[in-house]
């Protein structure tokens, strides 16, 4: 049951709208569990972020190809921090200090990497979306990666 929690979640960060345009289509949103936001993520990640930025059509033009790299430039990092949280799911909470120092450096270094990455895309997307939208896009960002690390933290034991 862990890995199968853990291994939908990994799929949404590797595969890579909480908010809804409306009062009613926000309070819908609000009502689904944070296992449903899962997998709306994971069918539609591009589809959420899209519909939640409500972009004129130019705007959407000029952020589509953006986000595509933007994708394409957190995958690494993504990809080695699901690496290590299996690795840490595997290990069933049970390691040796040098690799709990491992697997807890390679997660820190991913988080950093990412928050890199945020911040370069948040400088791109200025030049082409006013900062309103771009804040948005972020906080967009932050609040699909808060449903996926939730879902990811439920299935990893704490290290004895």
């Given at each position: 049951?862990?890995?199968t929690l853990?291994?939908a979640?990994?799929?949404a960060?590797?595969?890579a709208?909480?908010?809804?345009p409306t009062?009613?289509?926000q309070?819908k949103?609000a009502?689904?569990t944070?296992?449903?936001?899962?997998?709306?993520i994971q069918?539609d990640r591009?589809?959420?972020?899209?519909?939640s930025?409500?972009l004129?059509?130019?705007?959407?033009k000029?952020?589509?190809?953006?986000?595509?790299?933007?994708?394409?430039?957190?995958a690494p990092?993504r990809?080695?921090?699901?690496r290590?949280i299996?690795?840490f799911?595997?290990a069933?909470?049970k390691?040796s200090d040098?690799n709990a120092q491992?697997l807890a450096?390679?997660?820190?270094?991913?988080d950093?990497?990412?928050?890199?990455l945020?911040?370069?895309h948040?400088?791109?997307l200025?030049k082409?979306?006013p900062?309103r939208?771009?804040?948005?896009?972020?906080?967009i960002?932050?609040?699909?990666?808060?449903?996926v690390?939730?879902?990811?933290?439920?299935?990893i034991?704490?290290?004895?």
């Amino acid at each position: 049951m862990r890995q199968t929690l853990l291994a939908a979640a990994l799929a949404a960060a590797l595969a890579a709208p909480i908010i809804a345009p409306t009062a009613a289509a926000q309070d819908k949103a609000a009502a689904l569990t944070s296992e449903q936001w899962m997998q709306r993520i994971q069918s539609d990640r591009t589809g959420l972020v899209m519909r939640s930025l409500e972009l004129t059509p130019a705007e959407s033009k000029a952020f589509a190809p953006l986000y595509e790299k933007f994708q394409k430039e957190l995958a690494p990092s993504r990809r080695e921090q699901g690496r290590a949280i299996l690795d840490f799911v595997n290990a069933d909470g049970k390691l040796s200090d040098a690799n709990a120092q491992r697997l807890a450096t390679q997660v820190l270094t991913a988080d950093r990497e990412q928050a890199r990455l945020h911040e370069k895309h948040f400088k791109e997307l200025l030049k082409v979306l006013p900062a309103r939208k771009a804040a948005r896009y972020i906080q967009i960002e932050n609040k699909l990666d808060a449903v996926v690390r939730y879902e990811t933290a439920k299935a990893i034991p704490l290290v004895q």
